[in-house]
């Protein structure tokens, strides 16, 4: 008799799975006040200069300074007469995508390094491992100080600066999953059937160890923006007109020793929300993957 497989049968543990992960992450509070802030953030930045016109390119020396709740500007202006709410949405269109993809971009050459070193083993994983810790030995600040200082710091730029340096940590962690993914039967019994060691890291060891990888990049993305700040507080962000939230903070201090303390708080309050969010995505995320809680 001829057995007919149910394709339901084999999609009900999938979707158990989902459905098991959501109710663990919905159980994290903090973790969806995390996506609620994010998306709310995102929405300001993206979609608010859609209902909320400003000129960010002109300047306008009869605004300079101004209060806010002046008619017209919410949160003042800045020192050129910009309008600071709307600064304040583009500076967040900065921070936000060159936070993402540079997270990203660090976290996929992360793991790909990582699992390469951790499966290939011997020699290999000697040397690779080596250029890391010769790298981690550098502060990554000053290296992206250093790169920033030599070329044009753009968006696209910034990306780059930052996500070839900040794919260490992930790496090194990939890197653990890996030895220990290795030695697991699939993985040996695949390789006794002749399949080659790259097939072993697409298909078993990078799908294996992405929970730690989905986890780490919630952190790394959140460490970017604070490198995007951080380049831009000491004046290395893009150039003007263009904006983000560390180059508003770093001209916001200034502005405070001549009284204009106003200028200060939003991008700051901003940076300090969008960070919190992703750690907060973070913690929620890392429930969710961790086994015991998803076996309980």
């Not at 158990?16 to 992450?25: C, D, N």
């Not at 967040?92 to 540079?102: D, E, H």
């Not at 831009?232 to 916001?252: R, T």
Request: proline fraction near 5%.
């Amino acid at each position: 008799m001829t057995v007919v497989a149910n394709p339901q049968e084999d999609e009900a543990p999938v979707r158990s799975m989902w459905r098991q992960g959501l109710e663990v992450f919905s159980e994290n509070r903090l973790a969806l006040v995390g996506v609620a802030i994010f998306v709310l953030l995102s929405a300001f930045c993206f979609l608010g200069p859609i209902f909320y016109h400003t000129d960010q390119v002109h300047t306008d020396l009869a605004k300079v300074f101004l209060s806010p709740g002046t008619a017209g500007h919410p949160l003042g202006a800045d020192g050129v007469g910009y309008d600071q709410l709307g600064r304040l949405m583009l500076g967040g269109q900065t921070s936000i995508v060159v936070g993402l993809a540079a997270g990203l971009l660090a976290t996929v050459v992360g793991t790909v390094w990582g699992a390469i070193a951790g499966f290939a083993g011997g020699w290999l994983d000697a040397v690779m491992m080596r250029v890391v810790d010769a790298m981690m030995s550098i502060p990554a600040l000053f290296l992206f100080m250093l790169m920033a200082s030599i070329v044009t710091p753009t968006v696209p730029m910034l990306i780059v600066i930052i996500g070839a340096f900040a794919w260490l940590g992930p790496a090194r962690l990939v890197r653990g999953e890996a030895l220990t993914l290795r030695t697991r039967e699939y993985v040996m019994a695949m390789r006794g059937m002749g399949g080659t060691g790259g097939r072993a890291v697409r298909r078993h060891i990078i799908p294996n160890a992405i929970g730690t990888v989905i986890v780490n990049a919630t952190f790394q993305i959140a460490d970017a923006i604070l490198y995007v700040a951080y380049l831009s507080f000491l004046g290395l962000g893009v150039p003007p007109p263009a904006a983000n939230w560390g180059g508003m903070l770093s001209d916001g201090l200034s502005d405070t020793f001549s009284g204009h303390w106003w200028l200060l708080y939003p991008p700051g309050i901003a940076i300090i929300l969008i960070v919190l969010a992703f750690n907060f995505i973070g913690d929620g995320l890392r429930d969710v993957f961790e086994v015991r809680l998803r076996r309980r």
